[in-house]
């Protein structure tokens, strides 16, 4: 039976797409740059690669803020400062929320009911300036930014910390619900946790295998039931 659950926030609860679409527009658009739908594109490429080289140890989480902006002004040929580019980004990011689809009934219902906690890999300015417009830190008996525990998932580490910070915690009635296959579900199955994928855009998984899947939040509730 399933008594601790842990939540990503990226794309699993609050809509980060979206808000990365909006910050990074106004943040171009404050060097003069066009927001195409390629650019943006690109950048959404190339943030999501830098992540994944912090998540396998590759590059600092300063180093990713930074680099994302260097290698889409190198791109285009744009003469912009990356630093300041990254400073402006943060600060429109922390503004406001967007939620996925279902999360805030999701929260409502199992609160209560499970013991759940937050687990993220997001900057800790961004992620508090989100989590406080959006108001769900309320359901969460403790919010782990990898920020501020000093690792970052999927490192095994990350979720021994997060685990010494829950009384009574035990693996196996545990279970991690996040988006991403590389860090949330390869984190659970480093901590020895069970893992549930919520995979919206139905892609197929390769070489990380969640142990459930579900393409909706709304499929969340009747599955933690069984098991």
Known sequence: MIKTVFFDLDNTLLDFSKAERIAVT??????????????????????????????????????????????????????????????????????????????????????????????????????????KSSGIGKYFEKIFISEETGYNKPERK?????????????????????????SDIQGGINAGIRTVWFNPAHIRAEEIMPDYEVYSLGEIPDLLEKL
């Open 158 to 182: 990350y979720f021994e910390y997060c685990f010494s910070q829950i009384p009574d915690f035990h693996k196996n009635n545990a279970v991690i619900i996040g988006d991403s296959l590389t």
């Open 26 to 131: 106004r943040t171009l658009k404050e060097f003069h740059i066009e927001s195409s739908e390629y650019v943006l594109n690109r950048y959404s490429e190339l943030n999501n690669a830098q992540w994944k080289l912090l998540e396998q140890g590759k590059l600092t989480r300063d180093q990713v803020k930074v680099r994302r902006f260097q290698l889409l002004f190198d791109e285009l040929n744009i003469a912009g400062s990356p630093q300041e580019a990254a400073r402006r980004y943060e600060t429109l990011l922390a503004c406001g929320h967007y939620f996925v689809d279902g999360a805030e009934n999701l929260l409502v219902s199992l609160y209560g009911r499970y013991r759940m906690f937050l687990v993220t890999n997001g900057t800790l300015s961004v992620q508090k300036g989100r989590l």
